[in-house]
């Protein structure tokens, strides 16, 4: 049973564009929520997280968005650049799982020149 | 200064062979742990380790045993090797509650 679900599975968009990568979650224990950024050959680098009493957060060109009574949460990247082109995972875990990290499935992300 | 360093990189070996990967931190992280990524990039949580006691227990083969002789090391011993054992294995460390979570950059098994 997949936890944690994400969409979509790839996305191209051009230099500036706004990539937008959505992922849901079923266990409503999960309150903690991480994006990491993976490049080829490299492990996974926390991008941004978020907490589930606010609704929205940005670090940078980064914006976590986070409706809990949908069980979702998005990343948004403004400004996109052909630096941001790599695999994207969302990831949720629950303070008494032990810093469990349940990855979703990954977003690849190709930003076009 | 490599945060959580893995060793080997890549790894190439042939069917029922044992093997072991092992992995450090000098992050004064408390907490270790090991992640498979397979062919399709999915990453699941294997193993983890507080204070050189094991915490999480995946449902893993027995073939995979994770030791932690200090808490700055975890090492994985992979016995009787199976093709179906090829993917990335990460280790990663974060303070016990989470913070600070940071990956390696990963150990490419290959089996033959």
Not at chain 1, 3 to 24: D, E, F, R, T, Y
Not at chain 1, 89 to 97: D, K, N, Q, R, V
Request: charged share 20%.
């Amino acid at each position: 049973q997949q936890q944690v679900k994400q969409s979509p599975q790839s996305l191209i968009v051009q230099k500036g564009g706004i990539p937008i990568i959505n992922c849901a979650y079923e266990n409503t224990a999960f309150d903690y929520f991480p994006w990491y950024q993976q490049f080829p050959g490299k492990g996974p680098a926390l991008l941004i997280a978020i907490r589930p009493d606010v609704s929205e957060k940005k670090e940078g060109r980064f914006t976590i968005s986070f409706n809990k009574s949908a069980k979702q949460f998005s990343l948004h990247i403004m400004d996109s650049q052909p630096g941001d082109s790599a695999t994207y995972f969302c990831a949720a875990s629950m303070e008494t799982s032990g810093s469990r990290l349940t990855f979703g499935e990954g977003t690849q992300l190709t930003v076009n020149p | 200064d490599t945060a959580v360093s893995q060793t080997p990189k890549y790894l190439v070996t042939q069917m029922g062979n044992d093997k072991s990967i092992k992995c450090e931190q000098n992050l004064g992280h408390d907490t270790m742990y090991w992640y498979k990524q397979d062919s399709k990039k999915f990453l699941k949580i294997m193993f983890s380790y507080n204070n050189k006691e094991l915490i999480i227990n995946e449902t893993v083969p027995n073939r995979f045993s994770p030791k932690s002789p200090d808490k700055a090391h975890l090492n994985l011993h992979i016995n009787s090797l199976e093709l179906g054992d090829s993917a990335v294995y990460f280790c990663a460390s974060s303070q016990w509650d989470g913070y600070g979570y940071t990956f390696g950059s990963g150990t490419r098994l290959t089996v033959v």
